[in-house]
Each structure stands twice: as C-alpha cells, then as structure tokens.
C-alpha cells in the first residue's frame, strides 16, 4: 500500500501522484466516477495501474489516499 | 557551427560510454539521451534519481546538504542546528548566498554556524544530552531567534539518537517551535530526498501553527516559494510582482522568516519557482488549504512575460492590466540589454549541468541573447523535472542525468560549447580546458538572474566571461607559432 494524491490538472484531468517516488503521470481512465463511487482501478499514461478503495467522490481535490499497486510501470 | 545531428549525438555517447565495463555502461546508457521534442514523456528514454555508480565522478551532494542547504538555511530568523560532526555544518554555511536583510547574530543567523561538534564520547554515550545543552545556550546568546531546526547529520541516524524528544521538551520549554529534521546525509541518492524530508518537516512543524489565527488578507496575496534569493534573486522577482499589484506575503526560504511561513497558509497562489525543492509543500497546500500553485520562470524578457501573464490570469482585470503595465515599463530596458548584448553573444553554444530547475529555466535567458543550448542535465532531477525540460530544450540536444566527471569532459571536447554553465566543482577543471565558465549555482558571486534587473546583470556576466581576451592567452607566447598549425582546441 502506498500514500497517494490525486489532484486536477489544468485542463480538468486527473493527475496521480506517489510521493515516495515522485511519479507523477495523468490517469487515464478510473473505474468508478459516479457521486456516490468513486475510485476503483486507475489506469495511468505511463502503463502502471494502482487500486484505490471506491468512496464518494471527494467534493475537492487533490486528495490524499492509500492506493494499491496492480501492475509495475517502474523501469 | 550548427549543433550535432540525431545520429552523431547518439555516435558520441556510444563512443564516451564505451571505458566502462560492461554492466556500467548499461547502467549509464539509460541516464544519456537525446532529445526529441514530439515526446510527452521522459519515461522511457532517461531514467533519474538512481543511485550513482561507485568507482564515477559525481557531482551530488546528500540529503543534509538538501535539508540544512537549500531549504532550511536561508530562514533568516530560525537558528538550524547541525547537529552532529563539525565538518558538515562549516561547509553548508551561507555557501549559496542566500542574501537577508537583518543583523547577522541578532535577529538573523544564516551566515553563522550551529553545531553540537560531535565527538567520539558523543558517538559511544549519544547526543541527546548535548543537544539539550545546546538548545539552552542558543536561547539565552540569541534569544530573538524565533525558532531551532536540528538538521541532523549521518551520525545521528546510525547512532538512534531521538532528536524528537529532546526538541519537543525543548519547545515546551523555551516556548518557540524546535523542529527534529531527519535529514541524515545518507538518506536517499542524492540531495533531492533532503528538499523532501524538509518540505515534510515544515508540514509537520509548522505549516499549521497560525490556522485559525486572524490575518489580514487582501484578495492578491501570494506567496513566493522556491526562491533562496541567491546573490539577491528573490528581490529581483519580488519588485516585479508587487508592481503588478499582488502582495508577497512570504518569502520561501531566501530573506524568509519563520512568519512569513506560518501566515503561507492564507494567500491565494503559491508561485512556484524551484519545483523541485517545493513541490511537496505546494502540492500538501493545495490539499490541505486549497491553495492552487504555479510554475513560473522569472529567466530571460520571453519567459518573464509568460509567466507574469500566467500568473495575472489566476486573478481580476486590475492584475491583468497591472501585467501589461509592468511588461510595457520593462520592455524598453530589456531590448536595450538585448540590442547591446546580443551581437557579442549571438549563435553561441552553452552547455549546462545545473541542479534542480535552471537546466530548463535558463534555457529562455539563453534564447534571448541568440545563444544556443546544445546540451543540459541535471544533478538530481526526477521523471517529472525531465518531462518538463523535453518541452525547453531544442531537438537533437543531448541531456544528461547524473552526469560523471568522466562523462562531462568527453561531452565537452566534442561539442566543443562556447560557454559551460555549471558548479564550482566542474569549475576550474573547465577553467583549465581552456573553455569559458560561470557557476549557475552560485551565479559566480554575482547576481541576481532573476526578474528584469537580474537579465542586465546575466546578459552582462555572459558577456564578460566569453568574450574576455584571457582566453586567447591559454597559450605561452613561445609555443603560439608551432601551434598554430596543428589549432587543436585544448
């Protein structure tokens, strides 16, 4: 498990960040974004995926979460 | 000269890597590529923040000198222990020029040295006691500091001393915060860890020590984070905002004080200069607080007026004139600089090996005086520094990470740049080559180089150091006849 932000880029889409590594890349597709489920599989540019517990959507962002690695993007 | 092709940028770093041993030079392919501008991504072509090589030249430093160096030291008001060894804290001491105003020893301290001198009692029995000791006799020599750092160095770590319960007595005692920093030199690979683990300790510390306290606000409040005002930098920058009409409520950390901090969490923009060494606390307001933060370039007149238009349009039509009025007001003086400057410097070639933003954000100042930046790296930049700096950079230029000593010098006789912009330990290596320098870490003593005073000043800097004559002199007058024949570029 790993600490996570997610937070709104300039032009409206998501942007993931880990700051223990200092990954930063746009999500490509989440999940769930409905009001009420919100999270799920993120899918990110650079081919790594993570798993964050689906919640409401937060009404701002960015947000701090614990995240879930899927599939490696490193090296 | 026109800069190297794709091909013979890609022959030249096949040909300098091929010393290495095997697994080596695997391992150093990944840090060297050549640029290519279409790329939204730096990820598959230059891997960063790895761990340097043993046995290579590296220009890093550690996590201390990220910590108590960069972030921590330029507070002007707070008193930062180093605490352990003596050599750390006399060698970190006010070597970037981090320029205050104050009276140093009386309500300003960045120029002095802290430090609990550790000695081998102290290594077997732990400092704790000594710290405690320390923290006392700083309080009644220089009772208007206003708060303690303890930038911790290698010892502390391997030893286990807790520094955080001897501040947190400390603090209750003397009242005024006292922050632990476990910024121990050999934490992570390079400095950058350093600028994190401090951003994490002013999170912890004290980013929230004024929240719900009352503060003036006027709806233009900004903060300037990033900016270690560096032979003056953060003043340089500062006139040009508060001209525009915002109000600089804090200065981070160049000319900062402890307040400025505690009162950040109320402005309305953070601006951005160093991404490197502030983004985390950038990015925790932005959760925390819902302060949105920037990135701005206060190099060169093209990235001043960018960024200064940028930034205006975070906020209302009075600011928005105010931009238009400054970049009018400044614009005669800058092409003056220019109109003198760049026939003296124009289609000269510079190579940079810099730390954390100003491989990419002097690359515009460059621009503007018709010089040509035909290779770049950074010291201990992340994937993000390096997506950012694929955009500045010009195709086909060669960007390299983690640079080695080795590595820089073949770089250099075969490109053969006009001018080197680098730090005081490539310097005189250079110097010697026979090769035009100036230190971008330091600005060579000079500076600022930043805002529109600080481009003259740049302009003029560049131009003294490349066009000196001393540099027709690298020969002894008796060897000038032989040698001109056989003109091979020392």
């Known amino acids: ?75 | 000269m026109a800069a190297l092709t794709r091909e013979e940028t890609a022959n030249l770093i096949a040909e300098v890597l091929e010393v290495y041993p095997e697994k080596a030079k695997k391992d150093r392919a990944k840090h060297l590529m050549i640029n290519d501008k279409e790329l939204e991504s730096s990820k598959k072509c230059i891997t960063s923040n790895r761990k340097s090589l043993p046995g290579v030249m590296t220009m890093r430093g550690c996590a201390y000198a990220g910590s108590k160096g960069v972030v921590w030291g330029p507070i002007k008001d707070i008193i930062s222990i180093s605490h352990g060894p003596i050599g750390c804290g006399q060698y970190a001491r006010a070597g970037r020029r981090n320029y205050y105003v104050g009276t140093t020893g009386v309500d300003a301290f960045c120029e002095m040295n802290f430090t609990s001198d550790f000695q081998e009692k102290d290594i077997v029995f732990g400092g704790d006691k000594k710290l405690a000791k320390l923290i006392d006799e700083i309080e009644m020599l220089f009772p208007l500091n206003k708060g303690i750092s303890v930038q911790s160095e290698c010892p502390i770590g391997l030893i286990g001393d807790d520094i955080e319960a001897v501040s947190k007595k400390a603090a209750a005692q003397i009242n005024k915060p006292v922050v632990p920093v476990r910024c121990e030199g050999f934490r992570g690979v390079s400095q950058s860890l350093g600028h994190h683990i401090a951003n994490d300790s002013v999170r912890d510390w004290i980013i929230s020590n004024r929240d719900g306290q009352a503060f003036e606000t006027t709806p233009y409040d900004v903060a300037i984070l990033g900016d270690y005002n560096i032979g003056g930098d953060a003043w340089a920058s500062r006139i040009l905002l508060e001209e525009m009409g915002l109000r600089v409520v804090a200065q981070w950390s160049g000319d900062g004080t402890l307040a400025e901090m505690e009162n950040t969490p109320k402005v309305k923009l953070n601006l951005l200069h160093c991404y490197r060494s502030m983004n985390y606390i950038s990015r925790h307001m932005e959760e925390k607080y819902g302060i949105p933060w920037l990135e701005y370039n206060f190099f060169g007149p093209t990235k001043i007026k960018e960024s200064l238009r940028k930034i205006a349009s975070f906020f209302d039509d009075n600011i928005k004139a105010g931009a238009e009025r400054v970049i009018e007001k400044y614009t005669p003086m800058m092409d003056a600089v220019i109109a003198k400057y760049r026939p003296r410097l124009e289609g000269k070639k510079v190579m940079l090996y810099v730390g954390g933003l100003r491989p990419r954000h002097v690359v515009g100042a460059y621009e503007d005086l018709g010089m040509e930046v035909v290779g770049t790296g950074y010291e201990f930049a992340h994937n993000d520094d390096y997506d950012r700096t694929i955009k500045d950079m010009g195709d086909a230029t060669l960007i390299y990470d983690d640079v080695t000593g080795y590595e820089f010098e073949e770089f250099v006789k075969a490109m053969k740049p006009d001018l080197i912009g680098s730090g005081i330990k490539e310097k005189y290596v250079f110097h010697k080559m026979g090769i035009p320098f100036r230190q971008l870490h330091s600005w060579d003593y000079s500076g600022p180089y930043h805002g529109c005073d600080g481009f003259a000043i740049f302009a003029k800097d560049m131009d003294l150091t490349l066009n000196n004559p001393c540099w027709n002199l690298m020969k002894a007058p008796w060897q000038k006849d032989a040698s001109e024949a056989e003109k091979k570029a020392a």
Do not use: C, H
């Open chain 1, 1 to 75: 498990m790993a600490n996570i932000m997610i937070r709104q880029n300039a032009a409206g889409g998501l942007v993931f960040y880990l700051p223990k590594r200092d990954l930063e890349a746009a999500i490509e597709s989440i999940e769930f974004d409905t009001a009420e489920k919100w999270g799920g599989v993120l899918m990110l540019e650079n081919g790594g995926s993570y798993f964050v517990d689906p919640i409401a959507k937060p009404a701002r962002l960015p947000i701090s979460l614990r995240a879930r690695r899927l599939g490696a993007a490193e090296d």
